[in-house]
Nanobody
Framework: VQLQASGGGLVQAGGSLTLSCAAS????????MAWFRQAPGKERDLLSS????????CYADSVKGRFTISRNRPRNTISLQLNGLKPEDTAVYYC????????????WGQGTLVTVSS
């Protein structure tokens, strides 16, 4: 299975963006999909995840109320709606997928850069 992320770009503080991630290849056996981000000089952080079977969602405190994750099971895609963007949201955003039996997110997209100007 492969992941292709898109939708990053440059936006002013307070603006919005929508990131998308499409899974292709052997997409059976998806346990969950998620969005992470990594700012320069920092570790990669989990932002939000969605369980594939029942749609349960989780959010990091830093983005709760501003970011919204959604999934489209027939199309094997997830999206992340980013609202109220702040300069500290500037990072490379990655989508990830956990397959059955993996126990962790084991498939990663290539990352898409989000830059928020003040």
């Amino acid at each position: 299975v492969q992941l292709q992320a898109s939708g990053g770009g440059l936006v002013q503080a307070g603006g919005s963006l929508t990131l998308s991630c499409a899974a292709s290849g052997r997409t059976s056996g998806i346990v969950a999909m998620a969005w992470f981000r990594q700012a320069p000089g920092k570790e990669r952080d989990l932002l939000s995840s969605v369980r594939w079977a029942n749609g349960d969602k989780c959010y990091a405190d830093s983005v709760k109320g501003r970011f919204t994750i959604s999934r489209n099971r027939p199309r094997n895609t997830i999206s992340l709606q980013l609202n109220g963007l702040k300069p500290e949201d500037t990072a490379v955003y990655y989508c990830a997928l956990q397959q059955v039996g993996a126990g962790r997110y084991n498939v990663w997209g290539q990352g898409t850069l989000v830059t928020v100007s003040s």
